[in-house]
């Protein structure tokens, strides 16, 4: 098992910036992939970035060159720091990790909110 604690979510204004942390706990492979997805009202839940244990990333096209996503393999934290936020990117922003026999972990999600 898996435990993932996220933090960093909450109410910024458009053109703003907030940082997402996210904590694993538990049996933890040294190889694995952790990432951030995020839901919306109405939406399915979809990408936002991944981050490969040995530092490869993959963004989703509406987020490049805004978000930037980094892991401390020490301390088990994957981060996502959000600049040039807009009001589409609000929803609730959910952790991921990804063990190497597919076994696939959620947190609880946080909401991120970017609104005038």
């Known amino acids: 098992q898996v435990q993932l604690v996220e933090s960093g979510g909450g109410l910024v204004q458009p053109g703003g910036s907030l940082r997402l942390s996210c904590a694993a706990s538990?049996?933890?492979?040294?190889?694995?992939?952790m990432g951030w997805y995020r839901q919306a009202p109405d939406k399915q839940r979809g990408l936002v970035a991944t981050?490969?244990?040995?530092?490869?990333?993959n963004y989703a096209d509406s987020v490049k060159g805004r978000f930037t996503i980094s892991r401390d393999n020490a301390k088990n934290t994957v981060y996502l720091q959000m600049n040039s936020l807009k009001p589409e990117d609000t929803a609730v922003y959910y952790c991921?990790?990804?063990?190497?026999?597919?076994?696939?972990?959620w947190g609880q999600g946080t909401q991120v909110t970017v609104s005038s």
């Open positions: 981050i490969f244990s040995r530092g490869g990333t």
């Open positions: 991921n990790y990804r063990g190497p026999g597919g076994d696939e972990y």
């Open positions: 538990g049996s933890i492979f040294s190889i694995n992939t």
